[in-house]
């Protein structure tokens, strides 16, 4: 683990520094780089303005399509997985800075924003070279009053901490698209079904079905963000879905849209 980001050559970088606190950084990545684990002393808000990226975290998996956004806290590890091009947009907050927020308390762990219109704008206005200070302390309260309307995201994945349980959500994640049986997958992992099925809603606050569902959704946006050929057909037959149909209302409930409008989006 490293204190700032291991050294990944970025296709093209800027940054810049308001002057009270916050600093931007622009890169853009290709797709399939990944940035291993490392902390920030600074918290940061993560945005893909093109693109979609997996950001793992000790408490789970954060799939970030371009319409939502990350928020790490300072000194929390995380790793970011590049899952298509990437155009990335980053803020970063310092401590001092930070902790003058009236609701500090609310941006001391992770979560994933819904980027509204409004958000979007704000923060790829940051980034206009002509910007200036009046109008970047502006948009930084802007951004700042967005997050305070922030709800955790259905594209996240918890990642249980008992080791059978943990053990059991790898087998399922190696594989997402298998219908995994929580029978089978007890004695896998040396536990009863009725233990296994408590554990992951103890560990996770999904049902065993709830959170499998989820990372076949996952898997789902992954091959969409990866593969610009891939039919939604194609993808509801991979991922074990009996229709098109059914496949798209699950893709629905987890990220609120259509696996054809996501990826339209990405």
């Known amino acids: 683990m490293t204190i700032a980001e291991p050294p990944i ?24 780089v990944r940035i291993e684990p490392h902390l ?25 399509p371009p319409d939502r956004a990350v928020w790490v806290p300072a000194g929390l590890q995380h790793a970011i997985d590049l899952l298509a091009d990437i155009e990335m947009r980053t803020l970063y907050f310092d401590l001092p800075w930070l902790k003058r927020e009236k609701r500090y308390e609310g941006l001391t762990r992770e979560f994933v924003v819904r980027v509204s219109p409004l958000l979007n704008q704000a923060i790829l206005a940051l980034f206009d070279a002509s910007c200036g200070r009046e109008r970047t302390d502006l948009l930084i309260r802007l951004v700042m009053l967005e997050l305070h309307q922030a709800e955790d995201s259905a594209t996240f994945i918890p990642l249980p901490q008992e080791p059978r349980c943990r053990r059991a959500a790898d087998i399922v994640l190696a594989d997402p698209t298998k219908d995994h049986d ?22 996770t606050q999904l049902s065993f079905k709830s959170w499998c569902q989820r990372a076949r959704i996952a898997s789902a946006i992954q091959r969409l963000s990866s593969s610009a050929t891939v ?36």
């Not at 002057?19 to 890169?27: C, T």
């Not at 997958?185 to 992951?200: D, K, Y």
């Not at 229709?243 to 409008?261: D, L």
């Open 9 to 32: 050559r970025a296709l093209h970088q800027d940054r810049r520094v308001t002057g009270d606190g916050v600093h931007l950084v622009a890169r853009s990545y290709r797709k399939g």
């Open 40 to 64: 920030h002393r600074e918290a940061q808000l993560i945005y893909a303005a093109k693109g979609t990226m997996q950001v793992t975290t000790p408490g789970g998996r954060w799939l970030v």
């Open 182 to 203: 929580i029978d089978t997958l007890a004695r896998e992992v040396g536990t009863s079904a009725r233990t296994l099925s408590r554990l992951f809603s103890s560990e």
């Open 231 to 266: 039919s939604v057909k194609q993808l509801a037959t991979q991922l074990g879905y009996a229709s098109v149909p059914a496949f798209s209302h699950a893709f629905r409930q987890v990220t609120g849209k259509t696996p054809t409008a996501f990826a339209e989006k990405t």
